[in-house]
Structures are given as structure tokens and as C-alpha cells.
């Protein structure tokens, strides 16, 4: 049995204060809304918390789905990379970025600098192999105007997640896609969508997939699109450092055990604002038929 773990939109706290040089317009509109609010939702408390429950777990492999900082500044970055590093080799985790990890024009080099550790180096997407599943993680994270928050996965990303799926199915590997934005019609509002999700779910649709983690909504989530002749199951996870603050929705992850190619099996696990600890919700069993059409 291989666990694997899917954490999505830790927004580290504290936020470090940013200098005059790193504000931008649209930092400056986030760091506003840090200081009136979101520093009461994202808590340092229950960041120790998870990092706490996830280790009692002792997963094979860490999965993030995106939004690790909240503007994308270097001492962010070097933040969570060092909260990263409390799980082990940097061969047990793997990273791709959300929208908040790309506020700044030089991203995609920042991204690469700080966090190809956690993939396989070879940009996104990336796919690393396991014995009874495959894990590919898809870029969405890309720097948008004030009020935005949408992600989009260019056409060179869809074509290597094209292959790369279908590399998998050859080798008869269940498919794992992780990406930061939902991916299913109707997810969200035009501002946070996935611009061009109905081009991924062709991609899907056509190449097939197990399984789609994802984060961005803060909330988890369970549902399914169309893929080669089967389905893909989603889920989302809540945020991971989710105070539930104000009636907010508390910090929720995933814990998925892989059978023999066989099962997933995801517990899910969410915060409790009164004993300060996570708890286990429910657990689903989910039997994995590979979505591959006959040759």
C-alpha cells in the first residue's frame, strides 16, 4: 500500500512584511486584505497542526496542489520551502504553483529557482512513476491583473500531460493529476476559473485519468468529468492552514492509499478549531478502472 497525501493553499503565515520595492498594485491590494482579514483565517497554529497530523501519518509521498505563499515574495518562497523540508527528502514531495505563487512578472523563474527540487526537473508538466500509481503535476499558476485570480495550462503543458497520460496507461499505471485550479464546468466564478478547462478536459477526455486533486476553492469537493470511456473522479481540498475563523471553513487534506492498482482509498481529514488538532471526516473507497480505450 502506498499513501500518498494532498495538501492545497497553505497561504504560510505570517506574512513577511514586503519592502517599497516589492509592492506592486496588486501586492498591495493582498497585503490589505492580509492585514484586515485573511491573517485571521490562514493561522500559523493550524500550519503546525498539519504539519503535526501529517507526520503521525507518515505518508510515502506530499503532494501540493499550489498557493504555498500569498504574494509570491522571496522570503516566501524560502518560507515554505523550509516548511517543505520538516517532511523529508525532496524526492517524497511534489509542488506545482497557484495563482498567489505567480504574483509577480518574473514567476516562472522564481517557481523554477525555488521549487524544481519538487518535481523532476524537467518543468511542468512533470510525472513521477510509483509503483502502483502515476503523479503528474500541471502548472495553472500564472500572474493575472488586480481582481483576478484565474489560471490557465498552455497548450505546450496540454500536450506533455496528452503524452504523458497515455505513457501511463501503456504501462497499465492509474493515473494521479494534480493541478491548482478546479478543472469541471461550473466550478467558480469567471475571475478564478480555469480559462481554458474545457481544453483540459478534452485532454482527459481523450487520453483518460483516475484521479484529479485540486485546490484554489478553499473547500473540499467531490465529483467527476468524462474520460476515455470512463470517469475521472475530482477532489478538491480545503485550505491547509484554515483557521475557521468567523464561520469560515476549517483546514481540510487528503490521505489516498493506493492498493496494488486497485483502490483509492481517501480518508479525509479536517481541522478542529475547538481541540486545535485534525480529525478524520470519512473515507471513501473508490475501485480504479483504467479509462483506456482498446488499441
Known amino acids: 500500500m502506498f499513501t ?9 503565515a505570517p506574512l513577511p512584511i514586503p519592502t517599497a520595492d516589492e509592492m506592486s498594485f496588486k501586492r498591495r491590494l493582498a497585503y ?3 492585514t484586515k482579514n485573511r491573517h485571521r483565517i490562514h493561522h500559523p497554529d493550524v500550519i503546525a ?5 501529517i507526520k503521525t501519518v507518515a505518508p510515502d509521498h506530499i503532494a501540493v496542489s499550489g498557493d504555498l505563499t500569498n504574494m509570491a515574495l522571496d522570503r516566501e518562497f524560502e518560507n515554505a520551502t523550509r516548511w517543505l523540508e520538516q517532511f523529508g527528502d525532496d524526492s517524497k514531495i511534489s509542488v506545482v504553483p497557484g495563482n498567489h505563487d505567480a504574483y509577480r512578472s518574473d514567476y516562472k523563474e522564481a517557481i523554477e529557482k525555488h521549487w524544481s527540487r519538487f518535481t523532476t526537473g ?3 508538466p512533470f510525472m513521477r512513476e510509483f509503483d502502483d500509481f502515476a503523479l503528474i503535476g500541471v502548472s495553472s499558476g500564472v500572474k493575472t491583473q488586480p481582481f483576478m485570480a484565474n489560471g490557465v495550462v498552455s497548450d505546450e503543458q496540454l500536450a506533455k500531460l496528452e503524452a504523458m497520460l497515455t505513457d501511463a496507461a501503456d504501462k497499465g499505471l492509474p493515473r494521479v493529476v494534480m493541478i491548482h485550479h478546479p478543472v469541471h464546468s461550473g ?3 469567471v475571475r478564478k476559473k480555469l480559462t481554458n478547462s474545457r481544453e483540459f ?3 482527459i477526455d481523450k487520453a483518460g485519468a483516475e484521479l484529479i486533486l485540486y485546490g484554489h476553492l478553499h473547500k473540499p469537493l467531490r465529483t467527476s468529468i468524462p474520460a476515455n470511456g470512463g470517469l475521472a473522479a475530482i477532489r478538491g481540498a480545503g485550505s491547509a492552514s484554515a483557521s475557521g475563523f ?3 471553513r476549517p483546514a481540510h487534506y487528503h490521505v489516498i492509499r493506493v492498493t496494488d492498482k486497485n483502490t483509492f482509498e481517501i480518508e479525509h481529514r479536517a481541522y478542529d478549531p475547538a481541540s486545535r488538532a485534525f480529525y478524520k471526516t ?3 473507497i473508490l475501485p480504479i478502472t483504467l479509462n483506456i480505450c482498446p488499441n
Do not use: N
Open 4 to 12: 500518498l497525501v494532498h495538501i492545497t493553499d497553505l497561504h504560510l
Open 246 to 248: 468567523d464561520g469560515t
Open 49 to 53: 497542526a498539519i504539519a503535526a497530523d
Open 282 to 284: 470519512d473515507t471513501e
Open 187 to 189: 466550478a467558480t466564478k
Open 122 to 124: 524537467d518543468g511542468f
Open 32 to 34: 490589505i486584505s492580509w
Open 201 to 203: 478536459r478534452a485532454v
